[in-house]
Nanobody, 120 residues
């Protein structure tokens, strides 16, 4: 059984920082492409960050220089450090695992989502 369990999030003032974590089942952690998405009220879910094929962080333009994706390969945990948060970062954040193209199993897995609210 595959699980993605998120923690972190909450309420923070503009300019503040938050860290999100996602504990991921070890059977997919080293195989799947791991990343973060978010969904603001009334909007579609959008890509935030993931690791590219070289293992480098890949970010949407609006978070570059502010967010950092990381992974702990011993704890099977994916993290997102968010600095200099803005009100427009307010959303439900989801961790995500996408199978490689060569993998027979095509299911995309999602965490349960965690609320991030940036407000004064």
């Amino acid at each position: 059984q595959v699980q993605l369990v998120e923690s972190g999030g909450g309420l923070v003032q503009p300019g503040g920082s938050l860290s999100l974590s996602c504990k991921i089942s070890r059977n997919i952690f080293d195989i799947y492409t791991l990343g973060w998405y978010r969904q603001a009220p009334g909007s579609q879910r959008e890509f935030v960050a993931n690791f590219d094929i070289r293992g480098d962080g890949n970010y949407t333009d609006s978070v570059k220089g502010r967010f950092t994706i990381s992974r702990d390969n011993t704890e099977y945990t994916l993290s997102l450090q968010m600095n200099n948060l803005k009100p427009e970062d307010t959303a439900v954040y989801y961790c995500n695992a996408i199978p490689p193209k060569w993998f027979a199993q095509r299911t995309v897995y999602w965490g349960q989502g965690t609320q991030v609210t940036v407000s004064s």
